[in-house]
């Protein structure tokens, strides 16, 4: 009986170790995710910086393609204004080179405002691509190793199934059977030992009479409650038997 729950132990650590390559064949690929949209993000954040300042640009160039037509047409009115014959005439023409000059000095606050707008997305874009290598360096320290982890979890826990197939075959089938139910159902957790007279797996008050045979170590020991194999851990049974 003795072989038999060590056994059993030895099963249950093997699980436990199958159990932690699963969460990590779940987890393993959202870091990698994570790690590829971050680069993803930093790239679009990136673009989207680089289109407002091409927006901002284009707008500066009709404004200064504006100035410049309003300018020449200054120039010309300015140059027709000593040819003019009538009073009335020269005030139009006045008047037409004035709004011109307006329209030049409003449009130039305007490129401006369009100064202070590109300064501002220069600056983001600089943000931007500071984070882009940030995350693309993550990226290249992280992916391989992550990737190569992945790739190894199905083989580690198809020889660790292994193992504990080999240590199961010296006990009875039924044992094995329910070992592997409980696996299946409860948690992962077949054998689960003596927390403080209460069961490991769910905390259920185990009786005295259960616990005396839990020191005897002469019968396979279910907790009432959940099913679950109870063991007493190693220390208890040597100090209390010894
Ligand atoms: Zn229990």
Same mark, same amino acid.
């Given at each position: 009986?003795?072989?038999?729950?060590?056994?059993?132990?030895?099963?249950?650590?093997?699980?436990?170790?199958?159990?932690?390559?699963?969460?990590?064949?779940?987890?393993?690929?959202?870091?990698?995710?994570?790690?590829? /949209? %971050? &680069?993803?993000?930093?790239?679009?954040? !990136? $673009?989207?910086?680089?289109?407002?300042?091409? #927006?901002? +640009?284009?707008?500066?160039?009709?404004?200064?393609?504006?100035?410049?037509?309003?300018?020449?047409?200054?120039?010309?009115?300015?140059?027709?204004?000593?040819?003019?014959?009538?009073?009335?005439?020269?005030?139009?023409?006045?008047?037409?080179?004035?709004?011109?000059? /307006? %329209? &030049?000095?409003?449009?130039?606050?305007? !490129? $401006?405002?369009?100064?202070?707008?590109?300064? #501002?997305? +220069?600056?983001?874009?600089?943000?931007?691509?500071?984070?882009?290598?940030?995350?693309?360096?993550?990226?290249?320290?992280?992916?391989?190793?992550?990737?190569?982890?992945?790739?190894?979890?199905?083989?580690?826990?198809?020889?660790?199934?292994?193992?504990?197939?080999?240590?199961? &075959?010296?006990?009875?089938?039924?044992?094995?059977?329910?070992?592997?139910?409980?696996?299946?159902?409860?948690?992962?957790?077949?054998?689960?030992?003596?927390?403080?007279?209460?069961?490991?797996?769910?905390?259920?008050?185990?009786?005295?009479?259960?616990?005396?045979?839990?020191?005897?170590?002469?019968?396979?020991?279910?907790?009432?409650?959940?099913?679950?194999?109870?063991?007493?851990?190693?220390?208890?049974?040597?100090?209390?038997?010894?």
């Amino acid at each position: 009986m003795e072989d038999q729950l060590k056994t059993l132990e030895a099963m249950q650590v093997l699980d436990d170790k199958i159990g932690q390559y699963r969460l990590l064949q779940e987890e393993l690929p959202k870091q990698l995710n994570e790690i590829n /949209e %971050k &680069v993803e993000q930093a790239t679009a954040d !990136l $673009l989207m910086g680089e289109t407002e300042k091409s #927006e901002i +640009n284009k707008k500066q160039r009709a404004i200064e393609s504006d100035i410049k037509t309003y300018q020449e047409q200054i120039k010309k009115y300015a140059g027709q204004l000593s040819e003019i014959k009538t009073n009335k005439e020269y005030k139009a023409l006045n008047s037409e080179i004035a709004y011109l000059k /307006e %329209k &030049v000095s409003e449009v130039e606050s305007q !490129l $401006l405002l369009l100064m202070d707008s590109e300064n #501002e997305v +220069n600056a983001r874009i600089e943000q931007y691509k500071a984070a882009l290598a940030e995350a693309e360096a993550n990226k290249k320290a992280k992916e391989g190793d992550l990737k190569a982890q992945i790739s190894t979890l199905e083989a580690k826990i198809a020889s660790t199934r292994a193992e504990r197939n080999k240590l199961a &075959v010296t006990l009875p089938v039924a044992l094995i059977k329910r070992y592997g139910n409980l696996i299946k159902n409860k948690d992962n957790q077949a054998v689960v030992y003596n927390r403080d007279g209460s069961c490991g797996g769910c905390g259920f008050v185990i009786r005295q009479q259960m616990r005396i045979e839990l020191q005897l170590r002469k019968k396979i020991v279910y907790c009432e409650n959940c099913g679950r194999i109870l063991i007493n851990p190693a220390s208890e049974s040597s100090n209390e038997s010894g």
